[in-house]
């Protein structure tokens, strides 16, 4: 069992930018979400032995102030981090050649990474841990989310496309 949880509120999030591999920091909103993340852990009594975050500044943040809060040790997990969307970074998150674009899974968008490369490492990472005794929080980002979700559920090329979660949500994922 793993919780999954999105980083904060980052500048570009603000903007509508794609982020993907470019580290766009948090911003105050997105401290605040990742402190109330961790007090909502508290509070829901989630357990966890450890804090897996993706070493991109925003949920490197994020894993930092839900350490703080809840005691729980972090440790960077490098198979977290987002998906590269090549000539996509920096542009508007609701583009519609970007949204079609997500639904070929080969495309490495012009120096990205394709959605089979993310799925192989993330997929992966989760059968890691299956196979650990430990529970654990993952925290990265929204991309890598889509991923995690289609491990557990069967889903077509538009649902998986189309899914997100919020800054700061927590997700259940249970073996």
């Excluded at 009594?45 to 102030?65: E, N, V, W």
């Excluded at 120096?111 to 929080?137: C, P």
Aim: proline share 3%.
């Amino acid at each position: 069992m793993f919780y999954f949880v999105r980083h904060g509120e980052t500048v570009w999030n603000v903007e509508n930018k794609i982020c993907g591999a470019t580290d766009s920091p948090l911003t105050e909103k997105g401290h605040q979400q990742a402190i109330e993340t961790g007090k909502k852990i508290l509070a829901e009594g989630i357990h966890a032995d450890l804090i897996l975050y993706s070493p991109l500044s925003r949920a490197k943040d994020t894993a930092r102030h839900i350490s703080e809060v809840t005691g729980i040790p972090m440790q960077e997990e490098p198979r977290l981090f987002e998906q590269a969307y090549g000539k996509y970074e920096s542009t508007p998150r609701n583009g519609e050649e970007f949204f079609e674009a997500k639904k070929q899974f080969l495309n490495r968008y012009e120096g990205g990474e394709s959605m089979l490369h993310v799925a192989q490492r993330i997929y992966n990472l989760i059968d890691d841990l299956k196979k650990d005794d430990r529970d654990f929080i993952l925290v990265a980002h929204n991309g890598i989310a889509r991923v995690v979700e289609s491990y557990f559920r069967e889903m077509t090329n538009d649902e998986y496309s189309g899914f997100g979660i919020k800054n700061g949500e927590i997700r259940r994922y249970d073996f």
